[in-house]
């Protein structure tokens, strides 16, 4: 007796990644053409997508997290049979990783440290700190807010997270104890924040929601991340901030303005990292990619419900 | 009705520490003399230990994780009804949290990016790295190694613990996973192993235990983070391996020799990261030594079983 092994395509990148194929046999189905397919594992341009898909079709795999432009093409209402999955949540974990990398080399003191070419102990001794029963607010509870509250704790960092709603952010991986608070009440947290893990979406409502007020309430301790956009942050009054040693430093991952042009009093101040909006590089994206693939093909062999589902009637 | 509260003493330091006191007062109890004590806080020197004490005194703690002075010191012959505690595995906490600074700044690329100062997203892109999937060998499953593994297995990584027993190792915050394997058997990891953190007792049998052999071994993106003694890693031999970038880099704060003399070249190599022994600062051990003080004495009042109980008669 044959066994009809579930057929995903790969489409339009050719040869398929081989990441990607790895993940879909890895999963317990097969690599085939889109004409004999289950469903369709997409790598392109939303204006890319087949127009007509074969009736075999069930499911349909998106590249990206936001799907606003897969929505604004019509992809959704052209394939009204077919179950849309975006890769909401898969690309956060790198981000995450990230942030926490500059939050504790920026709380270790690694950037003076780095410089150096003697041995100076005692002068380093009194700037090394820890994250040991610190509190770091972190502005955003999505994807990455998420993703990096379980890498905090373990630490014996206290988490505040800020969202929009303040209802409590849970989840899986979300360890009991963290706090929420609505960004409305952002006020209220500065006097019990040691560090500021920024990670919200860049909106009207958000931009130079940390400025000069917001970090006078910081500590000289104090460490500000940006994992998010450039604009959440006030960069004149950071700037300021840094000069006055009134923070301990920033640790950017991106800026206003971006690219941060040559020259900026931010790429020589001794207590600032800026790293070039690369804490999730193409290969990383990928890897992540696979992963949510393989997750979500071998869903689909079980015959179990799929993760990151898109309401294709609301797009998103 | 007065209450009787329990008495500590902190001896010998005058004014004792602010946080020792804090600490002992949080748990419930009352800072005292020694006179009319029922536990002594020691924050001193094995010489300098009382040779009478009170017999009202039934427990002290002593400041050290590795008692062996306290032992040759005659102190625990000397007060054969006190029960002694030590502050072992106090300390390992930053340490820990030190290696995974070093680890995740040199697999994400940190000390390029550092000396940047201009916008090189692209250049930078394919060297950014992640833990997520990668396999961390820790030579040496002692306090620091088994406090570092609870802080990695949120990053996604996996865990080899090397032990001279190969016996599991467990503890309440070992997930899951972990692997454990004898030091006698450890030419067997190299094959699977991303990431090395070193993080052993030096002796005899561990000098030059990572040699230019297990240097060979690994990948050109793999790291090895030091943060046991620096005779445990063959200099030469990593200097070697680092020039010629056959490792990803080597995240240092132990050095052999130690300090590192000036104008050595692991000052100057761009993929080596040296912090000077201070992965433990004076603070931050007197404010682990307050939380293991603050832990012990709420447990005495209680009358519970205290942490780091000290075989009086074997002197660990």
Known sequence: MQESATTIAIAPDQPAPRLLEKAVVGAGARVGELAEADALIWTGKPRDFPSTLPASVRWAQLPAAGIEDFFD??????????????????????????ALMLLLAGVRYLPEQLRATSWQQREFFPHVGSLRGKTVTIVGAGGIGRALIPMLTPL???????????RPVSGDNIP???????????ARVWSHTDHVVVAAPATAQTRHLIGADELSRLKP??????????????????????????IGGAGLDVTDPEPLPDGHPLWTLPNAIITPHDSNPP??????????????????????????????????
């Open 73 to 98: 093409a019509g992809v959704f209402t052209a394939h009204p049979a077919v179950q849309f999955t975006s890769a909401a949540g898969a690309f956060s974990h790198s981000v995450a990783e990230h």
């Open 156 to 166: 014996g960092a206290h988490v505040i997270a800020v969202n929009r709603s303040g």
């Open 176 to 186: 009991a104890g963290v706090e929420t608070v609505p960004t409305d009440q952002l």
């Open 221 to 246: 301790s104090s460490w500000v991340i940006n994992v998010a956009r450039g604009s959440l942050i006030d960069t004149d009054a950071l700037v300021d901030a840094l000069t006055g040693n009134s």
């Open 283 to 316: 290969q990383l994206r990928l890897a992540a990619f696979a992963d949510h693939v393989g997750a979500n093909v071998a869903r689909f062999v079980a015959g179990e419900p799929l993760e990151a589902i898109i309401d294709t009637a609301r797009g998103y």
